[in-house]
């Protein structure tokens, strides 16, 4: 039996020729993409829009959107709008968390170059809460156009990309893109690069047929702002866009004109995005350590995704699958409308799983790197998103020959799918407002941390919620009480990130080890959370109490012996004096009196761009192995200066920047008119 050939029955071949008819068959005369072609560009994009707009609702109001990493992005923008974004710098040190770095060293401007851009069009009457809202759920509403292009640049009809337009608020990642991912990590600038990734996707996959200039234009644009605001889902981008070119070329789809321009565009993308990427790549030895997820064996993430557990509804993957079969069915017999049509069908019916497929190898075949790390979590909802663009082809398609009527009746059935059983459909909102104690300890901290110290937070997670009554309380103290804290958020963008973890241990390491960790790091203040801790670190003499209103309190670092206090910045194995002079962000003095020669720690981030002054005379400031500024100043009083300054990198890498956006000017007027060769893009059908 096994090796006889399989003979399909009758009802099979019915239904196969039936589906081939509806596929394949023209529009009636009468029919909807005839009479109304306006219409099917536009019912989509509103009723997407719409869904898309109730789904963000709660989160109107005026506190900060939900999200653990909200208040951290706050924090960014508070101190890069005013310090660098209105002085007309590009980048500059951030002394908010840990022991300082650059900050847009390697998470770019995006976010907060939008912010600052939104705040001068309202004449700053938007706040810099109102301006972060206003892009999250901008973000989120915007994504829906966005996808209706990406499905056109796969070559979906109309029709078809409007029913993806209202599927699109379907997708819904913890990892981000979607509302688990906004408002339940706080990833906006994630959701803000999904925007820019449709656009990029969409415009290449056009200019591999399309020679005019506006693809080439537009994707260079949008890849560049991409990398500018969410580097990983580049390298996402550049996973499924190769996985799009393999599956294209056996079918044609690739052409060297076409492959010349995406060469160009994406050589166009880094050299308008060079000022960033230049420092990035030149100083990836100041690169702290990744921080992400555990990912699931490939397995067990299947089940979730069929289980409708993560990224879809329920039974909304299995959609998918079929609609996947369905692409490629509909290629292999040529029913696809179009040589095109065909190859991009393909493309997105193979793309998405062969992404998960790829990602979760690439982590248990070439071991946890940063890229491979970032894959699996960060590119699910980009899969998930290029899914239901496949089930909105598939839909299309066996709802092709209804009129008018039909149409909108088939959208107002998806949107109420979205409404009704999109993930994390209730994580949109506020963040919570804490318990009264926290306010007054940020009030107390304001008042209590000199000006260039920092203090450090226990972490007690998730206790600490029900204490505090927000998620990280660390990053709510150091936003509203103003003060540099020595918790760190982006620690991928810090060289000394065990630093910003040393205030998990406070309750391990004991109270004498804690005192000169926390002296040496700079940190004048410890909070605590929880009665316990309080009670072990108060038992000695170690930390001193100078304001509590349970749970929390506020202790203050006792120095060590013959040591200076943790305010001055300053530190070392012998005795020493000294006291912080001068404490702006770029800009330090210091004063200090040693009676034997010894080496002295400075509480900073050591950086090449740090440079030095002792006693009026230059200096070659050395690193101590976990990451921190020494020097050895002679006996007796000494007077140190550091100063922040760009290095040649950041002068070149502008240079590039300008130099390719005067080539495409040039390029874009020297044949402005060209028309079209070869298939363009795909019929207004």
């Known amino acids: 039996m096994s090796g006889l050939p399989a003979r399909p029955c009758r009802y ?18 009468g029919s909807f993409s005839r ?11 509103v009723v997407g829009t719409a869904v898309a707009l109730v789904l963000v609702a709660p989160a109107f109001g005026s506190r900060p959107p939900a999200g653990e990493d909200v208040m951290a992005h706050l924090v960014r923008a508070d101190f890069g709008i005013p310090e660098l974004v209105a002085r007309g710098r590009l980048d500059g040190w951030f002394p908010r968390f840990a022991l300082g770095h650059q900050e847009f060293l390697f998470n770019g401007p995006g976010l907060v170059w939008l912010m600052a851009l939104l705040r001068a069009a309202t004449f700053g009457t938007l706040s810099n809460t109102g301006a972060l809202k206003l892009i999250a759920m901008g973000s989120y ?4 156009p966005a996808a209706w292009f990406l499905a056109r640049g796969f070559g979906l009809s ?38 820019l990734f449709c656009l990029a996707l969409g415009a290449g996959l056009r200019l591999l047929d399309d020679p005019r200039r506006r693809w080439p234009a537009l994707a260079a644009s949008a890849l560049a702002g991409l990398a500018l605001t969410h580097l990983i889902s580049v390298l996402v981008l550049v996973v499924l866009l190769a996985l799009c070119l393999v599956v294209l070329a056996p079918f044609g789809g690739l052409s060297w004109p076409g492959l010349r321009r995406l060469a160009g565009a994406a050589l166009g993308a880094a050299g308008l995005a060079g000022f960033w990427l230049l420092p990035l790549a030149v100083h990836r030895d100041l690169r702290g350590v990744v921080t992400t997820w555990g990912t699931p064996p490939f397995g067990e993430r299947l089940v979730a995704l069929a289980r409708g557990e993560i990224l879809l509804p329920a039974g909304l993957g299995a959609v998918a699958v079929v609609a996947s079969a369905f692409l490629l069915w509909r290629s292999v017999s040529g029913a696809g409308g179009g040589r095109r049509r065909s190859r991009l069908a393909t493309a997105l019916a193979v793309a998405p799983f062969a992404y998960l497929v790829i990602a979760h190898l690439s982590l248990s075949g070439l071991g946890g790197n940063e890229v491979t790390l970032q894959l699996a979590n960060r590119g699910l909802g980009y899969a998930g998103l290029l899914g239901v663009l496949g089930v909105a082809a598939f839909v299309a398609a066996l709802t092709s020959r209804l009129g008018t009527a039909g149409h909108l009746a088939v959208l107002a059935a998806v949107a109420a799918i979205a409404l009704l059983a999109a993930p994390g459909r209730d994580a949109a909102g506020q963040l919570d407002e804490p318990v009264p104690q926290m306010r007054a ?4 901290l304001s008042r209590l941390v000199p000006d260039g110290a920092r203090f ?15 998620i990280h309380p660390e990053t709510w103290l150091a936003r509203v009480s103003g003060r540099n804290s020595l918790n760190g958020f982006n620690l991928e963008s810090s060289s000394t990130p065990w630093a910003a973890l040393a205030p998990d241990d406070l309750d391990e390491s004991g109270p004498r080890t804690s005192a000169r960790r926390m002296s040496r790091f700079g940190v004048t203040h410890v909070v605590t959370t929880g009665e316990e801790l309080f009670g072990d670190l108060t038992a000695s003499d170690n930390f001193r109490p100078v304001w509590r209103d349970p749970p929390l309190a506020i202790l203050e670092v006792v120095p060590g012996r013959d040591q200076p206090r943790p305010a001055s910045q300053l530190s070392s194995a012998r005795p020493l004096t000294g006291r912080l002079t001068v404490a702006r962000p770029e800009h330090l003095a210091f004063e200090m009196e040693t009676a034997v020669p ?5 509480a900073l981030a050591w950086s090449p761009k740090w440079h030095a002054r002792l006693n009026g005379e230059p200096l070659t400031l050395g690193r101590t192995r976990d990451g921190l500024v020494r020097f050895r100043p002679p006996p007796g009083p000494s007077q140190l200066r550091l100063t922040y300054r760009p290095d040649p990198w950041d002068h070149l890498g502008p240079a590039v920047t300008l130099l390719t956006l005067l080539g495409a000017t040039w390029w874009l007027r020297r044949n402005p008119r060209r028309g079209r060769e070869g298939e363009g893009v795909p019929a207004d059908d």
């Open 158 to 195: 109309r029709r078809a990309a409007g029913v993806g337009a209202v599927l699109t608020p379907c997708v819904s990642s913890p990892f981000g893109l979607g509302l688990q991912g906004l408002f339940g990590t706080g990833l906006i600038p994630h959701q803000m690069g999904a925007v």
């Open 141 to 144: 509403v915007a994504l829906v």
């Open 456 to 470: 450090a937070t226990q972490r007690d997670y998730p206790a600490e919620i029900r204490r505090t009554g927000v």
């Open 12 to 29: 099979h071949r019915v239904v196969a020729d039936t589906l081939a008819e509806v596929v394949a068959a023209p529009p009636a005369p």
């Open 598 to 602: 010894s080496e002295v720690t400075v």
């Open 441 to 444: 300890a940020a009030a107390a």
């Open 35 to 45: 009479t109304r072609p306006w219409l099917m560009t536009w019912a989509g994009l």
